[in-house]
């Protein structure tokens, strides 16, 4: 009779079991993947000696009035030698005029224009390729067109990155903060992405980069073909590039202050799907390991929520075992995540961690699930 109440027992254990192995490997990334993050220590390079000749690329469709609010910020950056070029991708409002006034009074800024032919449709790729065939230096920054630099020293600070054989600079472009909830989650999930692939990178494994704020070789990008494994996929030509061609060691990371590039975000729910939607493609390409690594993390933490719940639903007289995991996860998140919420200037929305986090993953994952396979018809 003992032994059938024992074996009793376990079984109703069972579900809390299973949250208890989700707890662990929610553990494992906060710790020992975002734990990276959270020790490392920022650093500056506008003291460095600035002889690296440097191109700036931007791809413009129809950013009359992004490029006439922020262009400026990136003409007029503090460095000895650089060239803009904007790529005018078959704009339809007055993007050509607005370059056409700024060439005219920034020596230092090249345009591209390209015209849609009516039966060959072409995508960001082709555009950003088309400029940096055009760019002369062999060093390149990828930025866009509504973004802001931090500073006049954002160029130094990316520049400086690239010592000892580095081939990749990875920055971090947070969006401008803005009332409401949509714009917590947007910069939410940002700081969660950016948490991710520099975490990665310092661990020597990274696995993508952000387009706002990106650099990399000129030799590096012709070497491996560019974005010729991919171009059928709109997205892709930051973390897909980044993808296919880090290693170990031709990686830096910079997240200074100054090396930071602000970015509009989306003002409604619909744009912001619209988006992720055509971001999720491109994970399909990514190297099996890292596909492993970042849906691993996604959809544990996914199922430790849904544990909780299903636990408590079916065992409620132990439910304090629920409450302790997810109050231990959420502690251990907390303090790994106010030093890197800190650093990346978004500490704010620490207090809004336990709302954010729930709505993020259950978003992330059905926005993921019926948009990986869907066509991309846009970069815009």
């Known amino acids: 009779m003992g032994s059938f109440v024992d074996m009793s027992l376990d079984i109703t254990l069972i579900p809390y079991g299973i949250l208890v192995l989700l707890l662990f490997f929610q553990l494992y990334y906060i710790l020992f993947v975002y734990g990276k993050l959270a020790l490392y220590k920022v650093k500056s390079n506008q003291e460095m000696e600035n002889s690296k000749e440097v191109s700036i690329v931007i791809c413009a469709h129809n950013e009359q ?3 006439k609010s922020f262009l400026p910020g990136i003409l007029e950056q503090d460095y000895p030698k650089f060239e803009v070029i904007v790529v005018n991708d078959c704009s339809e409002d007055d993007t050509k005029w607005v370059l056409q006034d700024f060439a005219s009074k920034y020596a230092n800024l090249k345009i591209v224009e390209i015209k849609e032919h009516i039966q060959l449709k072409h995508s960001k790729k082709f555009a950003l390729t088309m400029g940096i065939k055009a760019a002369k230096n062999p060093y390149l920054l990828m930025t866009d067109a ?5 500073s006049s020293n954002w160029l130094k600070e990316m520049t400086g990155s690239f010592n000892e054989n580095k081939e990749i ?4 472009s947070p969006y401008f ?16 992405t950016a948490m991710s692939y520099l975490s990665y990178a310092i661990k020597g494994d990274a696995y993508m980069g952000v387009g706002r704020n990106l650099a990399y070789t000129k030799d590096l990008f012709f070497t491996n073909k560019g974005f010729t494994d991919h171009m059928h996929i709109k997205s892709g030509d930051d973390d897909l590039f980044v993808n296919a061609t880090a290693n170990r060691h031709n990686v830096e990371i910079n997240i200074a202050p100054d090396a930071f590039v602000y970015s509009e975000p989306k003002t409604t729910w619909k744009s912001y799907y619209k988006q992720k939607a055509r971001h999720s493609g491109a994970s399909t390409l990514y190297k099996g390991r890292h596909q492993r690594m970042l849906g691993t993390q996604l959809i544990t933490a996914a199922l430790f929520y849904l544990a909780i719940v299903v636990a408590i639903a ?8 629920g409450i302790a995991a997810y109050l231990i996860r959420l502690i251990c998140q907390v303090l790994i995540f106010r030093p890197i919420y800190k650093k990346l200037e978004v500490s704010d929305l620490l207090l809004w961690l336990p709302i954010l986090d729930l709505y993020y993953y259950f978003y992330i994952c059905f926005n993921g699930l019926f948009n990986r396979s869907k066509k991309q018809v846009s970069w815009k």
């Open 65 to 67: 009035e992004n490029l």
């Open 314 to 321: 079916i065992v409620p007289q132990y439910w304090y075992i």
């Open 169 to 172: 600079v990875l920055g971090y």
């Open 177 to 192: 903060k803005f009332p409401g909830f949509l714009n917590r989650l947007i910069r939410f999930e940002t700081t969660h």
């Open 146 to 150: 509504d973004c802001q630099p931090n």
